[in-house]
């Protein structure tokens, strides 16, 4: 059997929400999905939040071209190692400066130290004003995550 996954994280990957910001929302977060399983993660070093088999490709954000795949694992793979994810580097197509979480996904996947997630929430697409309302909550703009595997 699959597992889908609503998952919330801060536009700015480095930022996390006050503690009392991020009960409020798992709250907030279980009444608008009362069937998930609800959890709020808070990590040391930045992760990286994908979307499972909902992936289909990376573009660049300036130009619209498409990035390898190639590319891309190789950038993750020295910026996690040097642990300096997250560097402005040039994208392979126009050499706009980007970070790896500045890249269009497609389906979204980001980066971060914080994450509100819905484990098979039976809700489809979050809505606008949920989104919005979770947003005021923990004070901060965010990316919604829809990972299946």
């Not at 993660?41 to 954000?61: L, T, W, Y």
Request: aromatic share 10%; net charge negative; charged share 30%.
């Amino acid at each position: 059997m699959s597992d889908n996954w609503i998952v919330l994280i801060p536009e700015n990957p480095r930022h996390v929400p006050e503690k009392e910001r991020q009960d409020f929302a798992r709250i907030r977060f279980q009444e608008i999905c009362p069937d998930a399983v609800i959890e709020v993660k808070v990590f040391e070093e930045i992760q990286f939040f994908d979307c499972g088999s909902n992936f289909e490709r990376i573009v660049c954000p300036v130009c619209a071209s498409e990035i390898s795949m190639d590319w891309w694992q190789d950038l993750m793979d020295k910026e996690f190692d040097a642990l300096c994810p997250l560097e402005k580097k040039p994208t392979p197509c126009c050499g706009a400066m980007h970070t790896l979480h500045e890249l269009r996904y497609e389906w979204p996947q980001g980066f971060g130290r914080f994450s509100l997630e819905a484990m098979n929430p039976n809700t489809g697409l979050l809505e606008d004003g949920d989104k919005a309302e979770l947003e005021k909550i923990l004070g901060c703009s965010l990316r919604v995550i829809y990972s299946h595997y």
